[in-house]
């Protein structure tokens, strides 16, 4: 996938999906998981009938695809390193955190 510019209203959806994900995991299946479009089926005992399991597909590739995530993630870094030597759990996100809240709206 070619690298096209971050559009603002990407970068909502991004954010937004890291917090979402951040504040409400899901067990296996990494980023992936997130982005599943169908239940996860399973093959109990090996037979041929597939059980489905409620509530296992993704929500987020309603509003991005998870190659588009994953290439934003690629590219943002945010970071202060200097930050983790001070015990700050923030440290990843305190410079973002900081251009917030010297914009003025």
Not at 16 to 33: F, Q, T, W
Not at 59 to 80: C, N, S, V
Request: hydrophobic letters at 35%; proline letters at 3%.
């Amino acid at each position: 996938m070619s690298w096209k510019d971050v559009q603002v209203y990407e970068m909502y959806r991004f954010l937004g999906i890291l917090l979402r994900m951040s504040i409400s995991p899901v067990d296996g299946g990494g980023y992936e998981a997130y982005f599943r479009k169908s239940n996860v089926c399973i093959l109990p005992g090996g037979g041929a009938d597939e059980l489905e399991v409620d509530r296992t597909s993704g929500w987020a590739h309603r509003y991005m695809t998870l190659k588009r995530f994953k290439q934003i993630r690629g590219a943002f870094h945010p970071e202060d390193k200097t930050c983790a030597l001070g015990g700050d759990k923030c440290y990843q996100i305190r410079y973002l955190i900081k251009q917030f809240n010297a914009c003025e709206i």
